[in-house]
């Protein structure tokens, strides 16, 4: 008898422990649901970071993934990603012919930056992965950029949709096949607008802009404020391009790829 009491108990608490876990899990309001205040219940940070499909063109790849350390025999800062232990890989291809064709990819978020004023942007930049073979498709200038996808609401022309893309000028030699420094894109190389928002600030392809004239020119119809859509790391179409990027500044927010996602590191 004794020993039949003794393993009921011991079955009943076997039993009572996993069904007191299953309910603090479903529990709203419970440590467990809340888990990282995203409200999703998994204990882990959502981020919005991916392809943005629409804006791909080919089969590009945007991995996130680890290193690029290196290349061989640099050793120091520049030989690992400026942040974590990973970045953000991106091949983009061009295949030769009478009509060459030319891949192109957007990573970017779609979510944290809709609505936002473009005027309020003031801190952009990365860090990059250039390589030699890169500068031999297309040049020192060959290189991804940033693309915020807006609303540019001005009051000569309907349209509601514009990109304005940052094109950074030609890295020197010494950040070749290693980590660069931060370029601060709100100070490299030019600015432009897709479309009729470039015609109409004169911000376009063929006579681009610095950041802050961009900025002025956007606005300066006054009404409505040009608003954000999305934001991105881009390459093409133009050239073959195969590196890396990785500490996306965007305002407070640091943008650190990792292969496991993105963490966001805000800074002062
Ligand atoms: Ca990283
Ligand atoms: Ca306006």
């Not at 419970?30 to 981020?47: I, L, M, Q, T």
């Not at 003031?122 to 915020?148: K, W």
Request: charged letters at 15%; glycine letters at 14%.
């Amino acid at each position: 008898m004794k020993t039949r009491i003794g393993m009921r108990r011991w079955l009943t608490a076997l039993l009572a422990v996993p069904l007191v876990a299953v309910i603090a899990a479903v529990t709203p309001g419970s440590a467990s649901a809340e888990g990282d205040g995203d409200g999703d219940g998994d204990g882990r940070n959502r981020d919005h970071w991916g392809v943005i499909t629409r804006n791909t063109i080919g089969s590009p790849v945007a991995d996130l993934r680890n290193g690029p350390f290196g290349s061989f025999g640099v050793t120091g800062p520049q030989a690992r990603p400026p942040y974590g232990q990973g970045s953000l890989g991106i091949h983009v291809a061009v295949i030769s012919g009478t009509t060459p064709f030319a891949e192109k990819v957007d990573f970017g978020n779609e979510v944290d930056f809709f609505g936002k004023p473009v005027s309020g942007l003031t801190r952009v930049g990365f860090h990059v992965f250039q390589t030699g073979e890169n500068i031999s498709y297309g040049g020192a200038a060959n290189l991804p950029g940033i693309r915020f996808e807006i609303d540019p609401n001005l009051a000569a022309n309907a349209t509601t949709y514009s990109s304005l893309v940052w094109v950074p000028a030609a890295l020197p030699s010494t950040s070749t096949n290693r980590w660069s420094p931060f370029i601060d894109a709100t100070q490299n190389g030019t600015w432009f607008l897709t479309g009729a928002a470039g015609t109409v600030t004169g911000c376009n392809l063929t006579t681009q802009c610095s950041f802050a004239d961009v900025k002025t020119r956007l606005d300066a119809d006054g009404g409505d404020p040009a608003t954000i859509y999305t934001a991105a790391v881009g390459k093409g179409r133009d050239f073959m391009w195969i590196g890396a990027v990785d500490g996306l500044r965007i305002n407070e927010n640091l943008y650190d790829f990792e292969p496991s996602g993105v963490r966001t590191r805000r800074t002062p």
